[in-house]
């Protein structure tokens, strides 16, 4: 704070406050569309040939369409200030199951995706029970809930890879192309835009933040919290969900293992995406966002030659940067605005 | 003037945010051992005077002389200590703990000596003359007054020479905040100068030696508190005579009849109580803190149970069971007391704060909403409630107290619903926000609406209030309406009612 304040008090080389406030906003705003522009150009013009080919983007958006799926998954309970410390598991969970159904049970594709789906929203609930009706802190509930869905299926597949060779052309599709455009990533599209239209034009997904905020006083407004947590966790399971289904086609098996390595990189999604587009809380345009930056930036580091383990640090590095940036980007604005309300 | 001796002078004061002046070359002095009280309404520079001193913001022009010295707040350590409003302390630790962090733990072979601890938080709250607490009892279980004389006691660990006391009252009920000017009238005795920053005027006269006034960054007056005036104060802070409170109000020509109607009504164990208001009536509920009149507004609402008795609402009962969200379908309003607990929705804007939820307005959770036009309807709410700054899309924490309480005020208050709940409608707000609300109250009752003010500030109760119910343990032990309505008659019944509870 105190050097901000000398900084100010020279005054003469700083823009104007109209200006200055416009730039603020402007950076607050739409700071990680910037990003991403600039990521493309860099590594566009580094590795001209291979950077910004169909096949490079082809097969990053289908890659990372199960991460943006996970991405808003940990964001819908964190709307409400809780987090979901299951996705991991549970996407790991959705995999065996949607292939070995129909591996071992002989179902038929679209039957045993909607048994994965009703899974997917009973474990979303029990999370939400746990943390509504025994008031568990969420972080506790869903980490141990996460464990016993990585037991579960590691029980049913005895812990072994369960072969995809028999997969119906129908279930395979899922991760194909559609005109061109991978069919991962219109699924991911679609889902964003419902879920932005129930959270930012729908007063009863709108009620979520309000929860985040302050959840007394959206009790006291006539929200049911306890609904809003649950429904919150039940549609963060779905997502899990619907990410295995996908997953399950993409790698055309079902693998137990596969699964928590998702977590990291989901939380760093919408967290980072907290800092722009709705400046100051998690939100669905900003976590779409933080994935195309988070991939193809790690996409342009890979095709200059860094090694493996870069994408650790990467997303580790993305997701505490994500969280400094957001917590300086709050302080000043609200410096800006108590500058500018003393006129 | 009397000829003592300054401990603090303060010379042409002057302070900018860009091109506004916040503080315009203001003097002000500290006499030793005096008790200075500073008034003002919000962004009338009280606060940014005293960031300066606590050193948060240079100041652009101006001289500091503490103790004969001039002084520079940023870069030396001044003997002077602050209590704010909201004091911090390390909640789940002990008040021994917290006081020994001022004046560090006494030691025993390098180790800390507990008992030590203990005996020396017991000491400095025998200096004061105040009863000790028992110094093991963890901070989060004290209540608001024994925090906030706490905050005052671990200050004298570092035996400063000022002490500013930033409206350590505004969360206290009037009735608690005796014990704090006990601890301030000892302190005075023992040689220390207090600036007290406050908005409840009537508290200053007894307490005060003397009070200044800032209007608009501007040192408007200083003078003896024993020749001082509230009209005369008032005057000072608004720049014009205030508007007489009482008088040409549209009250009583529009009652109609009996809207809500409490029959034995019990909350754990508490009351019973009964009693009916009108439409168009300005009913308050007052008691002590703790009174239950609280838990009389809540259990109306549906956010408390109730053990027994009948709520009726326009004639027909309201069942036993039942939500938040149904007592708003049934036409029940209740704006909370704690703003930023329960009510302020901190780090979002006023349309998001006003539109909370689209069933106080007769709307619906699932019908799709355009931003625009909730826009446009924020820009004519915040026009009708008067919140400043005009602009729907500031953070609702940017702004006074004054202006959080009419945005969330604004939430509450539209045309539908009958009955209107208010828990202490304006504390921690400014004398001219405080007139404001009153008007906008008044004005939506001549409208037909029943308003229930929950209160513990009598002074308001018995500006605003067309009847008023004192309530002690849950129960009714008085009323007063009409020329009978008045702070005197209202201060003797409560009293009363204090006594009262105690000998139960």
Known sequence: MSSQDIVEKRGTAAPQPKQRQVLVNFAANYGLAVIFVLVLIVFGLMRPDTYLSRSNIGNLLTSQSVTALLALAVMMPLTTGRFDLSVGYHVGLAQVLMVGLQANQQLPWVVSAIIVLAVGAAVGAINGFLVTRFKIDSFIATMGVGSLLYGLSNWYTQGMQISGLQLPAGYLSVAGDIFGIPFPAIIVLLVGIILWIVLERIPAGRSLYFIGFNPRAAELSGINVGRAVNAAFISSGLLCALAGIMLGAILRSGTPSVGPEYLLPAFAASLLGATSIRPGRVNVGGTLLSILILAFSFSGVQQLGAAFYVEYLFNGGILVVAVALSVYAAARRRKSAVHSSAH | ?504
């Open chain 2, 1 to 504: 003037m009397s000829k003592a001796e300054n401990i603090l002078t303060i010379r042409n004061l002057t302070k900018r945010f860009y091109g506004s002046l916040a503080l315009d070359h203001v003097d002000f002095s500290l006499e030793k051992g005096e008790i200075h009280a500073l008034i003002g309404e919000n962004g009338a520079g009280k606060s940014t005077f005293i960031k300066i001193l606590a050193g948060v913001y240079a100041c652009d022009g101006g001289e500091i002389t503490l103790d004969g010295q001039v002084v520079d707040p940023r870069t030396d350590s001044l003997s002077i200590a602050f209590v704010h409003q909201d004091p911090a302390f390390a909640e789940e630790l002990s008040v021994g703990e917290n006081i020994a962090f001022g004046m560090g733990y006494p030691r025993r072979r390098g180790l800390i000596d507990w008992s030590a601890v203990k005996a020396q938080a017991v000491k400095i709250y025998e200096a004061m003359e105040i009863a000790p607490l028992d110094p093991d009892r963890l901070v989060s279980t004290l209540t608001a007054p024994e925090k906030a004389i706490l905050a005052i006691v671990r200050t004298l660990a570092l035996a400063p020479k000022v002490l500013v006391l930033d409206e350590p009252t505004a969360a206290l009920p009037e009735a608690d905040s005796v014990q704090l000017f006990k601890a301030m009238r000892r302190l005075r005795s023992l040689g220390t100068s207090m600036i007290y920053v406050s908005h409840r005027l009537n508290e200053l006269f007894g307490l005060a030696d003397r009070v200044t006034v800032f209007r608009n960054g501007r040192h408007i007056v200083t003078e003896p508190m024993a020749g001082a005036t509230g009209d005369g104060l008032i005057e000072h802070m608004l720049g014009r005579p205030p508007v007489k409170l009482s008088g040409a109000d549209p009250r009583a020509e529009t009652r109609g009849s009996a809207v809500l109607e409490v029959r034995d009504l019990t909350i754990g164990g508490r009351g019973p109580v009964s009693f009916e208001a009108q439409a168009g009536e300005i009913l308050g509920l007052v008691g002590l803190r703790g009174g239950g009149q609280e838990a009389i507004g809540r259990a109306i609402f549906g956010a408390l149970p109730i053990t027994s008795g009948v709520i009726i609402l326009n004639g027909k009962p309201l069942p036993q069971k039942r939500s938040i969200g149904d007592s708003i379908e049934f036409g029940i309003r209740l704006l909370a007391g704690d703003r930023s607990a329960e009510s302020a929705f901190a780090g979002m804007n006023l349309v998001e704060n006003i539109f909370v939820n689209p069933r106080i307005r007769g709307g619906s959770m699932w019908r799709w909403t355009s931003p625009a036009r909730e826009r446009e309807e924020a820009r004519q709410i915040i026009d009708r409630f008067d919140v400043r700054p005009r602009r729907e899309a500031s953070l609702i924490d940017w702004l006074s107290g004054g202006n959080q309480q009419k945005t969330c005020l604004a939430r509450w208050l539209n045309d539908q619903g009958d009955l209107v709940i208010l828990e202490e409608p304006t504390s921690g707000v400014d004398i001219g926000a405080k007139l404001a609300i009153h008007k906008i109250l008044r004005g939506y009752a001549a409208g037909g609406r029943t308003m229930l003010v929950i209160s513990t500030d009598l002074e308001e109760v018995a500006a605003l209030c067309d009847r008023a119910i004192i309530v002690s343990r849950g129960r009714q032990i008085s009323e007063l309406a009409g020329p009978e309505l008045t702070l005197d008659q209202l201060v003797s019944h409560s009293s009363q009612g204090g006594r009262h509870a105690v000998s139960i």
